[in-house]
C-alpha cells in the first residue's frame, strides 16, 4: 500500500520539475532500497496537483509522491528524499504537509497522552474532593487558573457526561492548581465571617489551596513533569514535527510522571495497616470457610467461592489451601490497581490462608484429612 506524502515547492521557472522531483526520487530508491525503478513506474509515483507562476524567474507547484511499501523504514525512506530534494539546486523553497509516517507517530501520543492527562485527572480529583469535597462541582474554587471555555458547564452537564472541571482546564494549566486566586472583596467577607481570628484568616489568605502534605507535595512535583508532556502535546495537537529534545523529555518525564501516580495510590492504599485488596481477600476467606458445608462421610468439604460464584469440593488438606489461595488472589485482583493491564503489586496469600485455616483444624481431622 502506497504512502502518499504532499508537498509544496518554490523552484525555478525554466526547470522541467516533473523531471526532477521523478529523477530525486529514483536516487531516493536507489540510495535507500538498491531498487532501480524504470522511469515510467517513478513517473507514475510523482503526481502534480497544481503551479503557478509566482514572478519571472519562479513557479509555486504542490505535488503528491506515492511512496512504495517496499518493506524499508517508509520514515527513513521520506527523509531520503527531502535531503535529496535540498540538495537540488532548480528548488528554492520546500514545505512537506500530509505525512502518514508523522501522522502515525503523532496517533500514538495522542493515545499516550490521553492515558496519562486520564490518570492524572484521577489523582487531582480526588486530591480536590477530598480537601473540597462539599461541592464535587466546584472544586476549584480557591484555584487561580481559567477554564478553557467560554462558560463553564453546568452540574447536570458534569453529572451526564460523568465529568468535573478538570475536563476543561488547559493541560499546561495542571502546575497552576495549587496558585490561590486573588481575594476579591465579597469573597473576603465571606471568608472573615468563616474564621475565628485574624490569625486564622492570615494563615487563609497566605496558604495555597491544597497544603496537606503529600496531596501539596504532588501537585508540586508535577510542575516540570507536565510542562515537558505539554510541549510534545502541541506538536501533535498542531501537526508539527517533534524535535529530538523536545521527545527526549517528554519520555523521561512521561515516566517519572507515571511513577509518581503509582507511588501516590501505592502510599494512599498503605496508609492504613494493609492494603484494600489484602482485606478484602481475607474477608473472602473468611466467608469461604464460616459457610463450608463439612461432610465427614465422605471426607470432604464444600467452599463457595465468592469470586466465580461457584461451589468447589476438596478433599484434602492441599486441595483446601490450594484453592483458597486461588480465592484469595483471585478476590485482591479486584481491587489492586493495575498498569498497562497488569496488577501493580504482588500479594502472596500464604499466610492469609494459613490463618484462615487454623480456626479449622478440629473440623480437618474430623474428615480423616492429615494436616
Known amino acids: 500500500m502506497p504512502w502518499n506524502v504532499e508537498f509544496q515547492i518554490v523552484h525555478k521557472s525554466g526547470s522541467n520539475i516533473k523531471r526532477v522531483l521523478t529523477l530525486c526520487l529514483g536516487n531516493t ?31 509555486i507547484t504542490g505535488f503528491t509522491i506515492e511512496f512504495d511499501d517496499v518493506g524499508k523504514d517508509l520514515t527513513s525512506l521520506i527523509e531520503s528524499f527531502t535531503e535529496i530534494l535540498q540538495q537540488e539546486e532548480a528548488i528554492v523553497h520546500i514545505l512537506k504537509f500530509s505525512d502518514p509516517s508523522i501522522q502515525k507517530s503523532h496517533l500514538e501520543y495522542a493515545q499516550e497522552i490521553y492515558d496519562i492527562e486520564m490518570k492524572l485527572r484521577e489523582v487531582l480529583s480526588f486530591i480536590f474532593i477530598e480537601v473540597y469535597g462539599q461541592s464535587f462541582y466546584n472544586l476549584l474554587q480557591d484555584v487561580d487558573v481559567k477554564i478553557a471555555t467560554k462558560e463553564l458547564p453546568n452540574e447536570d452537564y458534569f453529572k451526564k457526561h460523568f465529568e468535573n472541571e478538570f475536563f476543561f482546564l488547559l493541560f499546561s494549566d495542571y502546575i497552576r492548581l495549587n496558585e490561590r486566586k486573588p481575594i476579591k472583596n465579597d469573597d473576603l467577607l465571606t471568608l472573615i465571617r468563616q474564621v475565628a481570628d485574624f490569625d486564622a484568616l492570615k494563615t487563609k489568605l497566605s496558604s495555597p489551596p491544597v497544603s496537606e502534605g503529600k496531596y501539596h507535595d504532588f501537585l508540586a512535583s508535577i510542575k516540570e513533569r507536565v510542562d515537558a508532556i505539554d510541549k510534545l502535546r502541541n506538536c501533535v495537537a ?35 495497616d494493609r492494603p484494600v485488596w489484602e482485606e478484602e481477600a481475607t474477608e473472602a476467606l473468611e466467608a469461604a470457610l464460616e459457610n463450608a458445608s ?28 490450594e484453592e483458597l489461595e486461588r480465592l484469595a488472589i483471585d478476590t485482591s485482583c479486584l481491587s489492586m490497581p493495575y498498569e498497562e493491564g497488569a496488577p501493580v503489586f504482588n500479594y502472596d496469600p500464604t499466610d492469609d490462608v494459613s490463618d484462615a485455616i487454623a480456626g479449622y483444624e478440629k473440623k480437618m481431622r474430623e474428615l480423616g484429612w492429615d494436616i
Not at 498542531?238 to 510522571?257: A, C, G, Q
Request: proline share 2%; aromatic share 12%; with cysteine.
Open 29 to 59: 530508491y536507489r540510495d535507500e532500497t538498491d531498487i532501480d525503478y524504470d522511469e515510467h513506474s517513478l513517473d507514475s509515483m510523482v503526481l502534480i496537483r497544481y503551479s503557478k507562476q509566482q514572478s519571472d524567474e519562479l513557479r
Open 294 to 321: 463439612w461432610n465427614p462421610d465422605d471426607g470432604s468439604v464444600e467452599i463457595y467461592n465468592s469470586y466465580d460464584e461457584t461451589y468447589r469440593t476438596c478433599r484434602s488438606y492441599d486441595e483446601l489451601v
Open 238 to 272: 498542531h501537526n508539527r514535527s517533534i524535535p529530538d529534545k523536545v521527545r527526549e523529555n517528554y519520555n523521561m518525564s512521561k515516566r517519572l510522571l507515571l511513577e509518581g501516580i503509582a507511588d501516590f495510590w501505592y502510599e494512599l492504599n498503605h496508609e492504613d
